[in-house]
């Protein structure tokens, strides 16, 4: 696998970092694009397994990180800055139609609001997806589902803070081409309880096993 950083321009003096893996299996391929969740940046461990695991599947990934974390801020950026760097990011990822975004909690939220406007890609995959803000209160972020015309995987823990599984099936039942994956025992991070004998990498591992299934059913 090969490696590449570098910058991506948002505007004339405002950038943020980008890598790119290739995969070296032979073939058409197809490109993930990743973005972390709102605490995290370029170097998230979930994003660096991705990193690893997606170009042994075929395909290239490419990760970035949103402005605020550019800069160093803890505070996201207004949503409109979010998805226009969603859009800037694809814009440098290649041929939509063999396009796979994503990413976890608000990468992934922010990912599914730029695919609702209309966008073409070849699917769409939410890790840890925010559904019901400020921990369990709120109404369900998935007004724009419907408008979602696009593939889309769900991967989320039965211990998710940010939704129960029964809320989490019901929002997804809005788009008509999905499917939901309930990581046993993870919570919004990918934790489990050392009671169950199993870790985080052993989430990420059950992740892994079932996005390989579902990348090749596109």
Not at 20 to 36: E, I, L
Not at 196 to 202: E, L, Q
Request: proline residues 6%.
């Amino acid at each position: 696998m090969e490696s590449q950083q570098f910058l991506i321009n948002l505007t004339d003096t405002q950038r943020v970092t980008a890598v790119r893996t290739k995969s070296k299996v032979k073939g058409d391929k197809k490109t993930f694009v990743y973005a972390p969740g709102a605490g995290s940046n370029i170097s998230d461990p979930f994003g660096l397994y991705l990193d690893k695991y997606i170009p042994r599947l075929g395909c290239d990934i490419l990760r970035f990180q949103f402005p605020y974390m550019e800069s160093g801020k803890k505070r996201p950026d207004n949503p409109s800055i979010l998805k226009e760097t969603w859009k800037l990011v694809i814009g440098q990822a290649g041929d939509l139609s063999n396009l796979i975004i994503g990413g976890r909690s608000m990468g992934g939220r922010i990912a599914s609001e730029v695919v609702s406007e209309g966008l073409s890609i070849a699917g769409l995959v939410l890790f840890a997806y925010p559904l019901i803000p400020r921990r369990g209160s709120g109404k369900p972020r998935d007004d724009h589902f419907p408008d979602v015309q696009v593939p889309t995987l769900f991967c989320s823990g039965t211990r998710d803070s940010f939704g129960t599984p029964e809320q989490l099936k019901l929002s997804a039942a809005k788009i008509g081409n999905s499917q939901v994956m309930l990581l046993d025992g993870a919570d919004h991070g990918f934790a489990v309880l050392k009671s169950t004998g199993r870790d985080r990498g052993d989430v990420w591992s059950d992740i892994g096993s079932h996005l390989r299934t579902w990348l090749n059913m596109l």
